[in-house]
């Protein structure tokens, strides 16, 4: 394998890996904690810190996408290179599972723990405020065409430089504090796949909202970038750009 995709592909592993070891965990092990438990709003601080912080020390590798969602999205948006995309999906995927599986380790060695959900997803009887597969599909939807808006105009040319980050990782914060009662609040495959194949059943049964949703959302987004940019600034920027700008994508 191709030095530069090694390195590709184990920062988008270890990038996903945190994301869910993060995010899930601060909802498994810290939300409701007696007396001292973070809550709705530490859930979607800590998910939003765990891109924040992959954004700056990971995305000048791989661009830090961290979730299959987003690397459809940007793909269609011009800004991912067609190589790139599965591999990326994959390990997505697989660094998810493994973030969940050390999430469950540690959890379960608390004598009296019971997993529940697993901090997974879900619509109908499994979301949090019981709300229904269509009011869920569109929460999923609308809130990652707008994660991906914002992905792909604070990261392309014109946008200032090495700032991106910060403005992602708040987006992130924001989607959590609208949809964790709605579903969880996914906009993610790869965070869905990882705790619902722990939780197992009727979670892993919905789990197809949560990839059609979210990548239905992240297309849309990606394609209407290609209206709202112009060609030139579509090209494969990372979070945390230099200050030459973007840089086009490889063999360009």
Known sequence: MHNDMQRRLIAEFLGTFWLVFGGCGSAVLAAAFPQLGIGFVG???????TVLSMAYAMGH???GHFNPAVTLGLWSAGRCANKHVLPYIVVQVL??????????????GKADWVPAGFASNGYGEL???RYSMGASFAAEL?????FLLIIIGTTSKGAATGFAGIPIGL???????ISIPVTNTSVNPARSTAPALFAGGEYIGQLWLFWVAPIAGAMLAGTLARILYEPSALVETT??????????LPGE
């Open 43 to 49: 859930v979607a601080f800590a998910f939003g810190l």
């Open 61 to 63: 590798i791989s661009g």
């Open 95 to 108: 660094g998810a599972v493994c973030g969940a599986a050390a999430l469950w380790f540690i959890a379960s």
């Open 127 to 129: 979301s949090p405020g």
């Open 142 to 146: 609308l809130l990652t065409f707008f």
């Open 171 to 177: 987006a992130l914060t924001l989607i959590h504090l």
């Open 239 to 248: 979070v945390v750009e230099e200050h030459r700008g973007p840089r086009p």
